[in-house]
């Protein structure tokens, strides 16, 4: 069963900035994006994620990390989808990175994007603390 949007943003987004540390760094950098992938015209129906045709999605994805692009990423537990949290220049930027993604050229993912401000929780718990 996949999450809905909200869940999603409620559970998901909460997991990957359970250190303030990293909400403090990020907030020096690029704007950051997160997109998330869903299955797409072309997927496989009846197929899991490890049977889709990913392969050089996974290579695109890696090389990504090692150019510095993407920060995170990953799939859903359920094999419904995924998705990376990436920086990029503006929204022309960030959109072409993830339309030059194998697995959406080829409509085996569908995709949607979104600017992501970071709250930096630690700083705003030791404000209350204090």
Known sequence: MGYTRGEFMQMGLAGLLASGEVAAQEQTRQPS??????????W??????????LREHGRYMLD??????MRMAGRFADGSGGAMLFG???????????????????ETFT?????WAFVDWASLAKRAAG
């Open 88 to 106: 990029a220049d503006d929204d022309a930027s960030a959109q072409a990175i993830v339309a030059a993604d194998p697995a959406v050229v080829a």
């Open 111 to 115: 995709y949607e994007l979104r600017q």
């Open 33 to 42: 994006y997160l997109c998330v992938y869903r299955p797409g015209p072309r």
């Open 64 to 69: 990504l990390y090692k150019r510095g692009v």
């Open 44 to 53: 496989l129906p009846g197929k899991p994620l490890a049977e889709q045709p």
